[in-house]
């Protein structure tokens, strides 16, 4: 979904959109199990856009320890502004200021909320996500699910660079 800008003034327009897995590109690993919502609104004030809302959807990706699929329930609160490059200064060096670091260039006023959902989804996602709390992981020697099955593989193999250190006192 592009939004022209031509059509946004300093009055609050609310949009509603809806999003398909298929539409939403997310990183390696992830993708979207459910349509995502979109709600909120998008105002204008000279050449800064302000696009604040709520999506909510739900991801599947995996366990960062066992590799099974997680479905994780996304529901946040945002709020992105855009400012036109056109009047950036175009000097070399430049000091950004505080607010200015969360700022995005658009060059030909229009924004794809696709593109920005996109991005707030990911940013969303935590680094590392558990099936369960007390994950047991993937055995090193057999690579089996550890939650799944009891391996017999021995925990105490010692690396055979260090099996000489074992006869010091």
């Given amino acids: 979904m592009i939004i022209d800008l031509a059509s946004v003034g300093k009055n609050p327009k609310t949009i509603e959109l809806e999003f398909e897995p298929a539409n939403i590109d997310l990183d390696d690993g992830m993708q979207l199990a459910e349509n995502a919502a979109f709600n909120g609104e998008i105002s204008r004030d000279g050449t800064r856009t302000r696009v604040a809302g709520r ?3 739900v991801v599947s990706t995996e366990c960062s320890r066992c590799l099974e699929p997680v479905a994780k329930d996304i529901d946040l609160e945002f709020e992105a502004v855009f400012v036109d490059a056109a009047d950036e ?3 070399d060096e ?4 505080v607010d200015e670091l969360d700022e995005s260039l658009i060059t030909d006023d229009k924004i794809d909320m696709t ?5 707030q989804l990911i940013l969303a996602m935590i680094e590392k996500v558990l099936c369960q709390e007390d994950c047991k992981g993937l055995c090193p020697q057999c690579g089996g699910n550890r939650n799944l099955i009891d391996c ?5 193999v010692i690396d055979p660079r260090w099996a000489a250190l074992k006869n010091l006192k």
Avoid at 94 to 97: D, L, Q, R
């Fill in 152 to 156: 017999k593989c021995e925990e105490n």
């Fill in 55 to 57: 999506i909510a959807t």
């Fill in 94 to 97: 430049i000091e950004v200021t």
């Fill in 115 to 119: 593109e920005v959902v996109r991005e």
């Fill in 89 to 91: 200064p175009t000097e």
